[in-house]
Structure formats: C-alpha cells, structure tokens
Nanobody
C-alpha cells in the first residue's frame, strides 16, 4: 500500500494550489479518502473527506467554500483544490484512508506567505 502526495509549495495569500495523492496497492475505488493537515505545534486535523461510491464530500468549517476534494478512480488519485489560501492554511498535508488501520502518505508542505 502506498500513498504519494504532490503539489505542495509556497504560495501568496489569496493564491491557489492543487494537491494530488496517487494511491497504489489496494482497491482505491472501494475506500473513502481523506485529506488531513498538521501545522507546526498543532494536532493533525481532518480537512476533507470523499466517499468511495457516490463521491459525497465533507469539509472542515475552516476550509468550506475554499477547498474542493475530488477523486479519479480510473487514475487511483484523490485531489485537493485549494483556493483563496490564507497564512493559517500553512501545514503539511497528508492523504489518508482506513482499512483495519490508518494509512498515511509522506505529506506535502504547503506554505502560504507573502
């Protein structure tokens, strides 16, 4: 099982980034997928969830209306489109799914700063 995030970087406030998480080693389409983030000195927090079958989505209040989670089951990839970025969005972003235990990617750094 492998989750590989990409797409992070340095962006100015108000800018956009699109994160990707490429999954392998399991039947991707069967599992709900999530994006978490962890800022320095803070606990890891759930940002967004997308369900396996219907693709229903759910977001943390802090990102509603700015972030969009999506998935492409043909490509075994989940995305996080982040718009109107704020300095408080600065964190390491992790891809996650659960199957008897938690599986995490290595994370990708997002820094929002002028």
């Amino acid at each position: 099982v492998q989750l590989v995030e990409s797409g992070g970087g340095l962006v100015q406030p108000g800018g956009s980034l699109r994160l990707s998480c490429a999954a392998s080693g399991f039947t991707f389409s069967r599992y709900n997928m999530r994006w978490y983030r962890q800022a320095p000195g803070k606990e890891r927090e759930l940002v967004a969830t997308i369900t396996s079958v219907r693709g229903s989505t759910n977001y943390a209040d802090s990102v509603k209306g700015r972030f969009t989670i999506s998935r492409d089951n043909a490509k075994n990839t989940v995305y996080l489109q982040m718009n109107s970025l704020k300095p408080e969005d600065t964190a390491v972003y992790y891809c996650h799914f659960y199957n008897l235990r938690d599986y995490w990617g290595q994370g990708t750094q997002v820094t929002v700063s002028s």
